[in-house]
């Protein structure tokens, strides 16, 4: 497939110009017909035997048709330059932060997006353009650096497994002596490395998936969604004695079924995954104004105020060894922002102060419309 012809280059300032110009030229027609036009009947008068300026006896020939006209043309054709001069002038001035913008941002590309156009003064439409551009740019810029750190580190989770499922393989076949019992059990470990690879794979899955947005739009009840997940997470909560209250009352919104299920679970799954045992978890549905809000609140160990920005980045853990797997893959909380951004809800999170953390999602009314399913599978998107 060829890409189409360009057009040929059209400079805006001229064609301003040209415009101006005309504009200028026309007023200087209009103002030399008004002027002139009254002058053709008129006739000079002066004394007819005397030089005295009083006694008008006679008539004189005055201002003809001919040397108006012949006058006209003159100014007229001096008007050109000027008209031109003028017009191209004013459309520079006008035309200046534009082309700053151009320049600007022709300059900028995905490794060089700190640049900003800083228009400054006058304000007008332009420099409010430019405004809205440094904005665009400079969340462009944050979601590019997002990325690569994203990449940098699920380069480094993935490879994590690789690794150690290599070395195992490795060291049972250079074993001559490995007899069935060591083989099944190599193979046990492998599968158990290919198990937390596969889950690993679904996480970042799942992340993408949050982040893409919203395409299907249904009413759901809070408290509904979060009994559906609680039955499903008691056993476990049960297993590290952790007491699960619930305070459910409806609480209608809009969104993905799904997604929203997704950042309940994960919720839940952190506040049960990040707790000790003889702790607890309260979870609260309720309708706050015209918002849906859900609160869960957990006990668990001293979080400091300033890592938990940090919390809802991929991959980041408060325990420093990274490759342990009972803490999860640090992506739980991520998906959870994901969801809360994709649906426009806030989502406010505050560490306790005898630890633990208290989180609470507020989505908006039930007043989006119902567009057809535009996605019906999802991976598993609790991480």
Request: hydrophobic share 45%.
């Amino acid at each position: 497939m060829t890409n189409p012809r360009p057009l040929p280059r059209r400079s805006l300032r001229a064609r301003l110009a040209l415009f101006y110009a005309a504009g200028i030229y026309a007023a200087g027609i209009v103002v030399l017909a008004v002027a002139t036009v009254p002058l053709v009947g008129i006739r000079s008068t002066h004394p007819a035997h005397s030089s005295a300026p009083g006694a008008l006896t006679g008539t004189g020939h005055g201002i003809g048709p001919h040397q108006l006209l012949v006058g006209s043309a003159v100014a007229l054709a001096i008007l050109i330059p000027i008209a031109l001069a003028g017009g191209w002038f004013v459309a520079g001035r006008f035309l200046g932060p534009l082309r700053a913008i151009t320049a600007t941002a022709t300059a900028i590309s995905a490794g060089n997006l700190h640049q900003r156009l800083n228009l400054g003064e006058p304000a007008d439409e332009l420099t409010e353009l430019g405004y809205i551009l440094d904005d665009l740019f400079a969340r462009l810029q944050a979601s590019f650096d997002a990325h690569r750190h994203f990449v940098a580190n699920a380069s480094h989770e993935l490879r994590t497994p690789l690794a150690g499922l290599r070395t195992l393989l490795e060291v049972a076949l250079a074993d001559p002596d490995a007899g069935v019992d060591t083989l099944r059990s190599a193979c046990q470990e492998a599968l158990a490395l290919g198990g937390h690879q596969e889950r690993l794979v679904q996480a970042l899955l799942a992340l993408a998936t949050s982040e893409r947005g919203v395409t299907r739009w249904d009413i759901l009840d809070l408290g509904q969604v979060v009994q559906g997940v609680l039955a499903s997470r008691c056993d476990r909560a049960t297993e590290k004695g952790i007491a699960l209250a619930e305070h459910l009352t409806p609480a209608a919104t809009a969104g993905d079924p799904r997604l929203i299920e997704s950042l309940i679970a994960n919720l839940i799954d952190n506040a049960i995954r990040h707790n000790h045992r003889g702790g607890h978890v309260e979870i609260t549905t309720q309708t706050s104004g015209a918002q849906a809000t859900l609160t869960i609140v957990n006990s668990g160990p001293v979080i400091p105020d300033n890592q938990i920005q940090r919390l809802f980045q991929p991959f980041q853990r408060l325990a420093p060894d990274r490759n342990s797997r009972r803490d999860g893959y640090g992506l739980g909380l991520a998906i959870v922002h994901a969801v809360a951004q994709a649906h426009h809800a806030t989502l406010t999170t505050s560490a306790r102060p005898e630890g633990g953390l208290a989180m609470t999602v507020r989505f908006a009314p039930p007043s989006h419309p119902n567009p057809p399913h535009q996605r019906d599978n999802y991976a598993e998107l609790a991480i």
